[in-house]
């Protein structure tokens, strides 16, 4: 157990099973985290294509306004951030 106790930053064996456990269900959520972002990335390319052949621009400002707004108000300051990632890898796929 001295490995897991190594790996894991824990002083107990207790702990190094909670933190393995807690670690592996992160890991699951990372990865249904990065398929939905892929599937965001998909659905904006599909909305940008129709905006472009209506003769609209690729970006709609105002929508990723309310997007910001929206992140922000759900997970405070670095909301925002995260909303900004989300957008740049969202833009320019098409």
Not at 16 to 25: F, K, L, M, P, Q
């Amino acid at each position: 157990m001295t490995d897991v106790l190594d790996k894991t930053g824990a002083r107990t064996d207790e702990a190094a099973d909670v933190i393995t456990g807690a670690r592996e269900r992160i890991d699951a959520l990372d990865d249904r985290i990065i398929g939905l972002v892929q599937e965001r990335m998909a659905v904006s390319a599909v909305i940008q294509e129709a905006r472009m052949t209506s003769g609209g621009r690729r970006v709609n400002f105002s929508r990723e306004m309310e997007i910001l707004g929206h992140y922000r108000e759900a997970l405070g300051k670095p909301g925002t951030s995260l909303a900004m990632t989300l957008l740049e890898l969202c833009r320019g796929r098409v």
